[in-house]
Protein backbone atom coordinates (compact mmCIF):
# COMPACT_ATOMS: atom_id res chain seq x y z
CA UNK A 1 0.00 0.00 0.00
CA UNK A 2 2.82 1.98 1.18
CA UNK A 3 3.96 1.37 -2.99
CA UNK A 4 1.08 2.38 -4.41
CA UNK A 5 0.55 5.65 -2.23
CA UNK A 6 2.05 7.56 -4.57
CA UNK A 7 0.18 6.46 -7.92
CA UNK A 8 -3.57 6.88 -6.49
CA UNK A 9 -5.97 9.14 -7.73
CA UNK A 10 -5.62 13.31 -6.72
CA UNK A 11 -9.26 12.20 -5.10
CA UNK A 12 -8.08 9.35 -3.27
CA UNK A 13 -4.93 10.70 -1.69
CA UNK A 14 -5.78 12.31 1.32
CA UNK A 15 -8.10 9.38 2.47
CA UNK A 16 -5.06 7.13 2.01
CA UNK A 17 -3.04 8.97 3.74
CA UNK A 18 -5.06 9.25 6.96
CA UNK A 19 -5.70 5.57 6.72
CA UNK A 20 -2.13 4.25 6.59
CA UNK A 21 -0.86 6.60 9.50
CA UNK A 22 -3.88 5.77 12.02
CA UNK A 23 -3.26 4.03 15.08
CA UNK A 24 -3.91 0.26 14.04
CA UNK A 25 -0.95 0.21 11.73
CA UNK A 26 1.60 1.24 15.15
CA UNK A 27 -0.37 -1.56 16.72
CA UNK A 28 0.75 -3.69 13.72
CA UNK A 29 3.97 -3.13 14.04
CA UNK A 30 4.20 -3.50 17.93
CA UNK A 31 2.74 -7.32 17.12
CA UNK A 32 5.24 -7.97 14.43
CA UNK A 33 8.15 -6.63 17.05
CA UNK A 34 7.15 -8.34 19.55
CA UNK A 35 6.70 -11.73 17.78
CA UNK A 36 9.69 -14.11 17.63
CA UNK A 37 10.60 -16.18 14.97
CA UNK A 38 9.49 -20.40 15.33
CA UNK A 39 13.23 -22.00 16.14
CA UNK A 40 14.12 -23.87 12.68
CA UNK A 41 16.05 -26.57 14.92
CA UNK A 42 13.07 -28.08 15.91
CA UNK A 43 12.34 -30.58 13.37
CA UNK A 44 8.87 -32.35 13.32
CA UNK A 45 8.04 -36.08 11.32
CA UNK A 46 7.49 -35.80 7.78
CA UNK A 47 3.60 -37.47 8.51
CA UNK A 48 3.26 -34.37 11.14
CA UNK A 49 4.43 -31.72 8.72
CA UNK A 50 2.17 -33.03 6.53
CA UNK A 51 -1.19 -33.12 9.17
CA UNK A 52 0.32 -29.52 9.92
CA UNK A 53 0.27 -28.20 6.12
CA UNK A 54 -3.31 -29.51 5.70
CA UNK A 55 -4.26 -28.16 8.81
CA UNK A 56 -3.00 -24.64 7.82
CA UNK A 57 -4.69 -25.00 4.36
CA UNK A 58 -8.58 -26.07 5.93
CA UNK A 59 -8.29 -22.99 8.31
CA UNK A 60 -7.04 -20.47 5.80
CA UNK A 61 -9.80 -21.66 2.93
CA UNK A 62 -12.37 -21.37 6.24
CA UNK A 63 -11.49 -17.84 7.11
CA UNK A 64 -11.00 -16.52 3.76
CA UNK A 65 -14.54 -18.27 2.48
CA UNK A 66 -16.06 -16.31 6.36
CA UNK A 67 -14.52 -12.99 5.20
CA UNK A 68 -16.53 -13.74 1.50
CA UNK A 69 -19.57 -13.90 3.02
CA UNK A 70 -19.19 -10.25 5.17
CA UNK A 71 -17.22 -8.87 2.11
CA UNK A 72 -14.29 -8.64 4.46
CA UNK A 73 -16.31 -5.63 6.84
CA UNK A 74 -15.59 -6.30 10.19
CA UNK A 75 -17.66 -4.40 11.84
CA UNK A 76 -17.58 -5.36 15.55
CA UNK A 77 -15.13 -7.79 17.81
CA UNK A 78 -17.89 -10.51 18.09
CA UNK A 79 -17.53 -10.55 14.05
CA UNK A 80 -14.38 -11.64 14.43
CA UNK A 81 -15.37 -14.36 16.47
CA UNK A 82 -17.39 -15.65 13.73
CA UNK A 83 -14.94 -15.54 11.48
CA UNK A 84 -12.27 -17.10 13.44
CA UNK A 85 -14.27 -19.14 15.28
CA UNK A 86 -13.79 -21.10 18.74
CA UNK A 87 -10.39 -20.17 19.71
CA UNK A 88 -8.04 -17.78 20.66
CA UNK A 89 -7.29 -14.79 18.64
CA UNK A 90 -3.66 -15.57 18.70
CA UNK A 91 -4.11 -18.47 16.87
CA UNK A 92 -5.79 -16.79 13.99
CA UNK A 93 -4.35 -13.00 14.40
CA UNK A 94 -1.68 -13.54 11.97
CA UNK A 95 -4.17 -15.12 8.55
CA UNK A 96 -6.54 -13.07 9.05
CA UNK A 97 -4.40 -9.49 9.22
CA UNK A 98 -3.18 -11.25 6.07
CA UNK A 99 -6.18 -11.49 4.42
CA UNK A 100 -7.51 -8.35 5.50
CA UNK A 101 -4.97 -6.74 3.97
CA UNK A 102 -4.36 -8.33 0.78
CA UNK A 103 -8.04 -7.52 -0.05
CA UNK A 104 -7.50 -3.75 1.11
CA UNK A 105 -4.85 -3.83 -1.35
CA UNK A 106 -6.25 -4.71 -3.69
CA UNK A 107 -8.81 -1.14 -2.85
CA UNK A 108 -5.34 0.64 -2.75
CA UNK A 109 -4.66 -0.40 -6.43
CA UNK A 110 -8.02 0.40 -7.47
CA UNK A 111 -7.76 3.88 -6.30
CA UNK A 112 -4.79 4.36 -8.89
CA UNK A 113 -7.55 4.05 -11.70
CA UNK A 114 -10.65 5.19 -10.14
CA UNK A 115 -12.72 7.77 -7.82
CA UNK A 116 -13.12 5.51 -4.99
CA UNK A 117 -15.98 6.88 -1.84
CA UNK A 118 -14.44 7.60 1.11
CA UNK A 119 -15.83 5.56 3.14
CA UNK A 120 -14.04 2.33 1.35
CA UNK A 121 -11.48 3.59 3.74
CA UNK A 122 -13.12 4.23 6.60
CA UNK A 123 -14.36 0.52 6.16
CA UNK A 124 -10.72 -0.87 5.96
CA UNK A 125 -9.93 1.08 8.89
CA UNK A 126 -12.94 -0.26 11.06
CA UNK A 127 -12.05 -4.15 10.20
CA UNK A 128 -8.48 -3.60 11.38
CA UNK A 129 -9.58 -1.79 14.61
CA UNK A 130 -11.81 -4.78 15.91
CA UNK A 131 -9.33 -7.17 15.34
CA UNK A 132 -7.25 -5.71 17.43
CA UNK A 133 -10.05 -4.81 20.17
CA UNK A 134 -10.35 -8.66 20.40
CA UNK A 135 -6.76 -8.59 20.20
CA UNK A 136 -6.91 -6.43 23.48
CA UNK A 137 -9.42 -8.04 25.25
CA UNK A 138 -7.37 -11.53 25.18
CA UNK A 139 -4.73 -8.98 26.98
CA UNK A 140 -6.53 -8.14 29.29
CA UNK A 141 -8.12 -11.80 29.90
CA UNK A 142 -4.20 -12.94 30.03
CA UNK A 143 -3.39 -10.30 32.44
CA UNK A 144 -5.91 -11.15 35.02
CA UNK A 145 -4.97 -15.06 35.01
CA UNK A 146 -0.78 -13.89 35.10
CA UNK A 147 -1.52 -11.52 38.17
CA UNK A 148 -3.60 -14.83 39.84
CA UNK A 149 -0.10 -16.71 39.78
CA UNK A 150 1.55 -13.73 41.46
CA UNK A 151 4.51 -14.15 38.71
CA UNK A 152 6.69 -11.65 36.34
CA UNK A 153 3.94 -10.09 33.86
CA UNK A 154 6.26 -9.09 31.86
CA UNK A 155 8.38 -12.45 31.60
CA UNK A 156 4.79 -14.21 30.88
CA UNK A 157 4.06 -12.45 28.30
CA UNK A 158 7.53 -12.67 26.64
CA UNK A 159 6.87 -16.18 26.78
CA UNK A 160 3.36 -16.98 25.93
CA UNK A 161 2.65 -17.15 21.95
CA UNK A 162 6.16 -16.69 21.21
CA UNK A 163 5.74 -13.47 22.67
CA UNK A 164 3.46 -11.52 20.42
CA UNK A 165 1.41 -9.43 23.72
CA UNK A 166 4.76 -8.56 24.86
CA UNK A 167 5.02 -5.23 23.67
CA UNK A 168 1.53 -4.28 23.13
CA UNK A 169 1.43 -5.07 27.07
CA UNK A 170 3.32 -1.43 27.96
CA UNK A 171 0.73 0.51 26.10
CA UNK A 172 3.57 2.74 25.09
CA UNK A 173 2.63 6.33 23.81
CA UNK A 174 1.61 6.49 20.15
CA UNK A 175 2.09 9.23 17.46
CA UNK A 176 1.78 8.87 13.82
CA UNK A 177 5.16 9.99 13.28
CA UNK A 178 7.10 7.02 15.19
CA UNK A 179 5.51 4.18 12.86
CA UNK A 180 8.02 3.13 10.95
CA UNK A 181 6.63 0.12 8.51
CA UNK A 182 7.35 2.98 5.50
CA UNK A 183 10.93 2.88 6.26
CA UNK A 184 10.82 -1.05 6.50
CA UNK A 185 9.09 -0.86 2.78
CA UNK A 186 11.42 1.21 1.56
CA UNK A 187 14.25 -1.61 2.17
CA UNK A 188 12.38 -4.40 0.44
CA UNK A 189 13.06 -4.83 -3.12
CA UNK A 190 10.47 -3.46 -5.00
CA UNK A 191 8.26 -4.88 -7.62
CA UNK A 192 7.62 -4.27 -11.04
CA UNK A 193 4.42 -4.27 -13.59
CA UNK A 194 1.97 -2.36 -11.66
CA UNK A 195 -0.14 -1.37 -13.96
CA UNK A 196 -0.57 -5.02 -15.48
CA UNK A 197 -1.88 -5.64 -11.98
CA UNK A 198 -4.21 -2.99 -11.07
CA UNK A 199 -5.67 -3.75 -14.41
CA UNK A 200 -6.83 -7.21 -13.61
CA UNK A 201 -8.58 -6.12 -10.74
CA UNK A 202 -12.53 -6.30 -10.77
CA UNK A 203 -14.33 -3.30 -8.94
CA UNK A 204 -17.00 -6.09 -7.64
CA UNK A 205 -14.23 -5.63 -4.13
CA UNK A 206 -15.80 -2.45 -3.76
CA UNK A 207 -18.68 -1.61 -0.62
CA UNK A 208 -19.81 1.25 -2.54
CA UNK A 209 -20.05 2.19 -6.31
CA UNK A 210 -17.26 4.08 -8.25
CA UNK A 211 -17.63 7.48 -7.92
CA UNK A 212 -17.89 10.35 -11.14
CA UNK A 213 -14.55 12.30 -11.24
CA UNK A 214 -14.58 15.95 -10.21
CA UNK A 215 -15.41 18.18 -12.82
CA UNK A 216 -12.19 20.16 -13.01
CA UNK A 217 -11.67 23.08 -15.06
CA UNK A 218 -10.12 22.11 -18.65
CA UNK A 219 -6.69 24.32 -19.67
CA UNK A 220 -9.14 25.59 -22.04
CA UNK A 221 -11.96 26.90 -19.94
CA UNK A 222 -10.17 29.31 -17.82
CA UNK A 223 -10.19 33.17 -18.72
CA UNK A 224 -7.10 35.06 -18.58
CA UNK A 225 -8.20 38.31 -16.85
CA UNK A 226 -4.89 40.16 -17.76
CA UNK A 227 -5.19 40.19 -21.40
CA UNK A 228 -4.67 43.28 -23.50
CA UNK A 229 -8.14 44.57 -25.30
CA UNK A 230 -8.56 45.15 -29.07
CA UNK A 231 -10.18 48.27 -29.05
CA UNK A 232 -12.16 49.10 -32.03
CA UNK A 233 -13.86 45.45 -32.16
CA UNK A 234 -15.79 42.77 -30.13
CA UNK A 235 -13.20 41.16 -29.47
CA UNK A 236 -11.82 40.72 -25.81
CA UNK A 237 -12.86 41.20 -22.38
CA UNK A 238 -16.20 43.18 -20.98
CA UNK A 239 -17.08 43.22 -17.62
CA UNK A 240 -20.37 44.28 -16.18
CA UNK A 241 -22.76 43.63 -13.15
CA UNK A 242 -26.11 42.46 -13.04
CA UNK A 243 -29.39 42.54 -9.71
CA UNK A 244 -33.19 41.87 -10.68
CA UNK A 245 -35.55 44.20 -9.88
CA UNK A 246 -37.67 42.03 -7.84
CA UNK A 247 -35.28 41.99 -4.87
CA UNK A 248 -33.71 38.38 -5.84
CA UNK A 249 -30.66 37.78 -8.13
CA UNK A 250 -29.32 35.81 -10.31
CA UNK A 251 -25.54 36.65 -9.80
CA UNK A 252 -25.07 39.49 -7.74
CA UNK A 253 -21.40 39.24 -8.75
CA UNK A 254 -19.26 40.55 -11.61
CA UNK A 255 -20.35 38.75 -15.09
CA UNK A 256 -16.97 38.42 -17.10
CA UNK A 257 -17.49 38.28 -21.18
CA UNK A 258 -14.74 37.11 -23.56
CA UNK A 259 -15.39 37.27 -27.25
CA UNK A 260 -12.57 35.23 -28.74
CA UNK A 261 -13.94 34.98 -32.28
CA UNK A 262 -15.91 37.29 -34.89
CA UNK A 263 -17.41 35.60 -38.14
CA UNK A 264 -18.99 38.19 -40.12
CA UNK A 265 -21.88 39.38 -37.98
CA UNK A 266 -21.35 36.22 -35.39
CA UNK A 267 -19.28 36.20 -32.14
CA UNK A 268 -18.72 33.45 -29.66
CA UNK A 269 -16.41 33.30 -26.43
CA UNK A 270 -16.75 32.19 -22.69
CA UNK A 271 -18.81 33.83 -20.05
CA UNK A 272 -17.72 33.27 -16.48
CA UNK A 273 -19.99 33.94 -13.36
CA UNK A 274 -18.51 34.56 -10.21
CA UNK A 275 -20.94 32.14 -8.32
CA UNK A 276 -19.75 29.54 -10.65
CA UNK A 277 -17.16 26.86 -11.20
CA UNK A 278 -16.93 26.87 -14.74
CA UNK A 279 -17.29 29.07 -17.52
CA UNK A 280 -20.07 28.77 -19.92
CA UNK A 281 -20.51 29.46 -23.74
CA UNK A 282 -21.04 32.42 -25.10
CA UNK A 283 -22.89 33.06 -28.90
CA UNK A 284 -24.25 36.32 -29.86
CA UNK A 285 -25.15 38.44 -33.66
CA UNK A 286 -24.22 41.82 -34.11
CA UNK A 287 -26.38 43.91 -36.50
CA UNK A 288 -25.88 47.57 -37.76
CA UNK A 289 -28.39 49.81 -37.54
CA UNK A 290 -29.01 54.10 -38.46
CA UNK A 291 -30.55 55.67 -36.30
CA UNK A 292 -31.55 59.29 -38.24
CA UNK A 293 -27.82 60.24 -38.54
CA UNK A 294 -25.81 57.76 -36.29
CA UNK A 295 -25.23 54.65 -36.91
CA UNK A 296 -25.51 51.96 -34.06
CA UNK A 297 -24.46 48.33 -33.46
CA UNK A 298 -27.08 45.70 -32.32
CA UNK A 299 -26.09 42.62 -30.37
CA UNK A 300 -27.63 39.97 -28.87
CA UNK A 301 -25.97 37.35 -26.73
CA UNK A 302 -27.22 34.29 -25.24
CA UNK A 303 -25.24 33.28 -21.99
CA UNK A 304 -25.09 29.58 -21.42
CA UNK A 305 -28.03 27.56 -22.60
CA UNK A 306 -31.03 30.04 -20.66
CA UNK A 307 -30.32 33.33 -20.03
CA UNK A 308 -30.33 35.95 -23.30
CA UNK A 309 -29.90 39.73 -23.14
CA UNK A 310 -29.45 41.94 -25.68
CA UNK A 311 -27.77 45.62 -26.20
CA UNK A 312 -25.91 48.06 -27.97
CA UNK A 313 -23.00 49.18 -28.44
CA UNK A 314 -21.46 52.64 -28.19
CA UNK A 315 -19.45 54.25 -30.82
CA UNK A 316 -15.88 53.37 -29.61
CA UNK A 317 -16.69 50.14 -28.68
CA UNK A 318 -16.21 50.06 -25.20
CA UNK A 319 -19.29 49.74 -23.64
CA UNK A 320 -22.70 47.80 -24.13
CA UNK A 321 -25.68 48.64 -22.71
CA UNK A 322 -28.77 46.99 -22.45
CA UNK A 323 -31.74 44.85 -20.96
CA UNK A 324 -32.23 40.97 -19.67
CA UNK A 325 -34.68 39.09 -21.74
CA UNK A 326 -37.21 37.39 -19.60
CA UNK A 327 -37.57 33.70 -19.88
CA UNK A 328 -39.01 30.87 -17.16
CA UNK A 329 -35.70 30.25 -15.86
CA UNK A 330 -34.80 33.59 -15.15
CA UNK A 331 -38.01 35.70 -13.94
CA UNK A 332 -38.43 39.68 -13.83
CA UNK A 333 -34.77 41.21 -14.86
CA UNK A 334 -35.88 44.50 -15.34
CA UNK A 335 -32.59 46.25 -14.43
CA UNK A 336 -30.58 47.22 -17.46
CA UNK A 337 -26.90 46.03 -17.35
CA UNK A 338 -23.86 47.78 -18.57
CA UNK A 339 -20.38 45.70 -19.75
CA UNK A 340 -17.13 48.08 -20.17
CA UNK A 341 -13.74 47.51 -20.83
CA UNK A 342 -12.71 48.26 -17.11
CA UNK A 343 -10.73 45.43 -15.78
CA UNK A 344 -13.24 42.94 -13.58
CA UNK A 345 -11.19 44.15 -10.39
CA UNK A 346 -11.98 47.57 -10.70
CA UNK A 347 -15.42 47.85 -11.75
CA UNK A 348 -16.73 48.36 -8.09
CA UNK A 349 -15.25 51.72 -8.74
CA UNK A 350 -16.47 52.64 -12.17
CA UNK A 351 -19.12 55.66 -12.22
CA UNK A 352 -23.21 55.06 -12.83
CA UNK A 353 -24.68 56.79 -15.53
CA UNK A 354 -26.30 59.51 -13.25
CA UNK A 355 -23.01 60.37 -11.64
CA UNK A 356 -21.92 60.87 -15.24
CA UNK A 357 -24.46 63.01 -16.13
CA UNK A 358 -24.69 65.15 -13.13
CA UNK A 359 -20.98 66.30 -13.58
CA UNK A 360 -18.64 64.21 -16.13
CA UNK A 361 -15.27 64.96 -14.81
CA UNK A 362 -15.56 64.51 -11.03
CA UNK A 363 -17.25 61.32 -11.88
CA UNK A 364 -14.40 60.11 -14.15
CA UNK A 365 -11.60 61.72 -12.24
CA UNK A 366 -13.06 60.06 -8.95
CA UNK A 367 -13.03 56.61 -11.11
CA UNK A 368 -9.60 57.11 -12.53
CA UNK A 369 -7.73 58.44 -8.70
CA UNK A 370 -9.20 55.95 -6.65
CA UNK A 371 -8.56 52.87 -9.84
CA UNK A 372 -4.80 54.03 -9.50
CA UNK A 373 -4.84 53.95 -6.02
CA UNK A 374 -6.42 50.74 -5.33
CA UNK A 375 -4.12 49.14 -7.96
CA UNK A 376 -0.75 50.39 -6.26
CA UNK A 377 -2.03 48.79 -2.68
CA UNK A 378 -2.87 45.45 -4.48
CA UNK A 379 0.48 45.36 -6.00
CA UNK A 380 2.19 46.75 -2.83
CA UNK A 381 -0.20 44.14 -0.75
CA UNK A 382 -0.35 46.90 1.96
CA UNK A 383 -1.83 46.66 5.34
CA UNK A 384 -4.39 48.87 4.59
CA UNK A 385 -5.45 46.31 1.55
CA UNK A 386 -4.56 43.26 3.35
CA UNK A 387 -7.02 44.17 6.43
CA UNK A 388 -9.61 45.82 4.25
CA UNK A 389 -9.69 42.58 2.15
CA UNK A 390 -10.24 40.38 5.09
CA UNK A 391 -12.57 42.17 6.79
CA UNK A 392 -14.98 42.00 3.31
CA UNK A 393 -13.99 38.37 2.99
CA UNK A 394 -15.47 37.48 6.37
CA UNK A 395 -18.73 39.54 6.21
CA UNK A 396 -19.17 37.87 2.63
CA UNK A 397 -18.68 34.65 3.99
CA UNK A 398 -21.62 35.33 7.13
CA UNK A 399 -23.93 36.44 4.47
CA UNK A 400 -23.69 33.88 1.90
CA UNK A 401 -23.63 31.15 4.87
CA UNK A 402 -26.70 32.94 6.52
CA UNK A 403 -28.73 32.78 2.84
CA UNK A 404 -27.93 29.29 2.43
CA UNK A 405 -28.44 27.50 5.59
CA UNK A 406 -30.77 29.45 7.86
CA UNK A 407 -33.48 29.46 5.94
CA UNK A 408 -36.02 30.66 8.55
CA UNK A 409 -33.90 33.80 9.39
CA UNK A 410 -33.16 35.01 5.71
CA UNK A 411 -31.60 38.00 4.55
CA UNK A 412 -33.22 41.17 5.08
CA UNK A 413 -33.23 44.14 2.51
CA UNK A 414 -30.33 46.08 3.90
CA UNK A 415 -28.17 42.28 4.45
CA UNK A 416 -29.35 41.66 0.76
CA UNK A 417 -27.77 44.74 -0.55
CA UNK A 418 -24.62 44.35 0.92
CA UNK A 419 -24.30 40.73 0.01
CA UNK A 420 -24.61 42.10 -3.85
CA UNK A 421 -22.22 45.18 -3.02
CA UNK A 422 -19.76 42.93 -1.36
CA UNK A 423 -19.40 40.24 -4.53
CA UNK A 424 -19.62 43.05 -6.72
CA UNK A 425 -15.72 43.88 -5.08
CA UNK A 426 -14.30 40.61 -6.00
CA UNK A 427 -13.50 39.47 -9.53
CA UNK A 428 -14.62 36.35 -10.59
CA UNK A 429 -11.27 34.88 -10.24
CA UNK A 430 -11.43 35.68 -6.68
CA UNK A 431 -14.75 34.83 -6.76
CA UNK A 432 -14.45 31.34 -7.63
CA UNK A 433 -11.84 30.71 -4.91
CA UNK A 434 -13.72 32.18 -2.31
CA UNK A 435 -17.31 30.27 -3.24
CA UNK A 436 -15.11 27.10 -3.28
CA UNK A 437 -14.17 27.69 0.30
CA UNK A 438 -17.56 28.59 1.45
CA UNK A 439 -18.80 25.43 -0.54
CA UNK A 440 -15.94 23.11 1.54
CA UNK A 441 -17.49 25.14 5.47
CA UNK A 442 -21.39 24.89 4.06
CA UNK A 443 -21.05 20.69 3.34
CA UNK A 444 -19.67 20.46 6.99
CA UNK A 445 -22.69 22.59 8.71
CA UNK A 446 -26.18 20.92 9.54
CA UNK A 447 -28.57 21.13 6.19
CA UNK A 448 -31.11 23.18 8.18
CA UNK A 449 -31.32 25.17 11.37
Not at 118 to 140: G, P, T, V, W
Not at 233 to 262: H, N, P, Q, R, Y
Request: aromatic fraction near 10%; proline fraction near 4%.
Amino acid sequence: MYGFRAKVRPENRQALDLHLYKRVFYELELLLRSTKTFGEEIGLLPELERLRDQYTCQEEERIHADLQKIAYTLDSPATVSLVTGQGRIERYIYPLIYMLLQHDLEIVQLACKHNLHAEEFQKMEDSMSNIFLAFDARRHDLTAIFQQTHGDLERKFENHAFGMFEKSYKLLPWAASESNLESVWKKLPQESDSDDIIENISTDVLKYSVQQPPDYPKPDQFINEDCDNKFGTLEGLWAGCCASGMGMTWFGGIILLDVEKTTGSTFSGKVLFSDRANPVHLRGSSLICEQGTTRATKVSLELGDRIQCSGIVNETCTKITGGWQPSPFSGDCSEPFCFTRTPAHLVRFRYTENELEKDRSRARWNFASTAVLHEVKRQRFSKDFVITRLQENKRLKELTIKREVYIRRSLSTEEFKELINLQRTMSPKACQFFFAVVQYILERLPYRQ
